[in-house]
T-cell receptor
Framework: DTGVSQDPRHKITKRGQNVTFRCDPI?????LYWYRQTLGQGPEFLTY????????KSRLLSDRFSAERPKGSFSTLEIQRTEQGDSAMYLC??????????????FGQGTRLTVV | EDQVTQSPEALRLQEGESSSLNCSYT??????LFWYRQDPGKGPEFLFT???AGEEKEKERLKATLTKKESFLHITAPKPEDSATYLC??????????????FGTGTLLAVQP
């Protein structure tokens, strides 16, 4: 399978704990995006990387959230001191650079986070 | 403010009963409009990209069209396996080259046999 891979698929954590999610993008894709989706809503943009550089962060991304993409390959999203409001599906997507053909974003299956 | 509105929120069809889903958008400059399908508990699956008014794309029973203010996803003779949430998203051509997607809330389609 050469699609976007996310791990874990499901995570249940207690309020106040830290969690980390991993995303492996499609290998030739330079761009990697993180989105968050709550029930009944569309995905909302959190942040994106072009290779290893984090180029934009949404106002939704509080100081408790941090994302990395070392060496421009896989990415991690860490949430510190989780709150119940962090419960959501966290989606990763990857795409080619703008200006190239077929720059649509392809999504992974997501990580479902439940904070209890 | 950039906005994407999808209607209806939910749609129930009988197998074979054709219909259309609507996506209206308000953006200062449209780079592209995207349709995705999402099954419960899974990530969105890419369907179509439309770039300019008048453009149409087809895939099996689905056909997407674009005007300057809205897009339609036409479903012809749907089957139960077409049941899913259909998401519309736009990319804007300003604010840098983020290419981030702005999504609507989706239309939940149920096709009954």
């Amino acid at each position: 399978d050469t699609g976007v891979s996310q791990d874990p698929r499901h995570k249940i954590t207690k309020r106040g704990q830290n969690v980390t999610f991993r995303c492996d993008p499609i290998s030739e894709h330079n761009r990697l995006y993180w989105y968050r989706q709550t029930l009944g809503q569309g995905p909302e943009f959190l942040t994106y990387f072009q290779n290893e550089a984090q180029l934009e962060k949404s106002r939704l991304l509080s100081d408790r959230f941090s994302a990395e993409r070392p060496k421009g390959s896989f990415s991690t999203l860490e949430i510190q001191r989780t709150e119940q409001g962090d419960s959501a599906m966290y989606l990763c997507a990857s795409s080619l650079l703008p200006g190239q053909p077929n720059t649509e974003a392809f999504f992974g299956q997501g990580t479902r986070l439940t904070v209890v | 403010e950039d906005q994407v509105t999808q209607s209806p929120e939910a749609l129930r069809l009988q197998e074979g009963e054709s219909s259309s889903l609507n996506c209206s958008y308000t953006v200062s400059g449209l780079r592209g409009l995207f349709w995705y399908r999402q099954d419960p508990g899974k990530g969105p699956e890419f369907l179509f990209t439309l770039y300019s008014a008048g453009e149409e794309k087809e895939k099996e029973r689905l056909k997407a069209t674009l005007t300057k203010k809205e897009s339609f996803l036409h479903i012809t003779a749907p089957k139960p396996e077409d049941s899913a949430t259909y998401l519309c998203a736009v990319q804007t051509n300003y604010g840098g080259a983020t290419n981030k997607l702005i999504f609507g809330t989706g239309t939940l389609l149920a096709v009954q046999p």
